[in-house]
């Protein structure tokens, strides 16, 4: 289940941040993943990030192919 009790996996989230509770829920509901060297938490999101994060927030299963093909991006 989803839980903000885990351990996160991302050193730049430390314990006691006013957003370490959004984070690890993000987190353990699989919304958010990190970046590969950390969670960047001072970073700004991208277009294409909050695409992501919206489309596993509603479990759409779009294909890249079909973005392309509905002229999403032009």
Known sequence: GISAES??????VPEGEWYYD???YTYAAGLMNGTGSGF???RILTRAEMATIINRAFG???E???LFRF???N
Do not use: E, G, S
């Open 7 to 12: 351990k996160l996996p991302f050193t730049d």
């Open 22 to 24: 959004a984070v690890a």
């Open 40 to 42: 960047a938490p001072d």
């Open 60 to 62: 759409a299963k779009i």
């Open 64 to 66: 890249a192919d079909m």
């Open 71 to 73: 002229n999403i991006f």
